[in-house]
Nanobody, 118 residues
Framework: QVQLVESGGGLVQAGGSLRLSCAAS????????VGWYRQAPGKQRELVAA???????NYADSVKGRFTISRDNAQNAVYLQMNSLKPEDTGVYYC????????????WGQGTQVTVSS
């Protein structure tokens, strides 16, 4: 079982930056794929960034060049550095993880609100 707890959300002006953190429990974290999702009001949850257990990363087109996902397996942590924020980045951001060697995101955090004002 993996528990995920996000932090770092808040209110920021357009053009600003935020860094989200996700603390994970579970000894097999380093064997999991991890991702950051977001859900804007009235919209479906979408994958923003992901990091595989092998170290590969991928990003939604809308955040490429602005967001960076990173992980610290020794600390069981995942981060999302968000720069040049836009109002359309507003939403609840969720950290997600797979089971060891899995591909489906079975574990989710409670979410952290990010609001970008224009």
């Amino acid at each position: 079982q993996v528990q995920l707890v996000e932090s770092g959300g808040g209110l920021v002006q357009a053009g600003g930056s935020l860094r989200l953190s996700c603390a994970a429990s579970g000894a097999a974290f380093r064997l999991s794929n991890v991702g950051w999702y977001r859900q804007a009001p009235g919209k479906q949850r979408e994958l923003v960034a992901a990091s595989t257990r092998g170290g590969s990363t991928n990003y939604a087109d809308s955040v490429k060049g602005r967001f960076t996902i990173s992980r610290d397996n020794a600390q069981n942590a995942v981060y999302l550095q968000m720069n040049s924020l836009k109002p359309e980045d507003t939403g609840v951001y969720y950290c997600a993880a797979t089971v060891a060697f899995g591909v489906r995101y079975d574990y989710w955090g409670q979410g952290t609100q990010v609001t970008v004002s224009s």
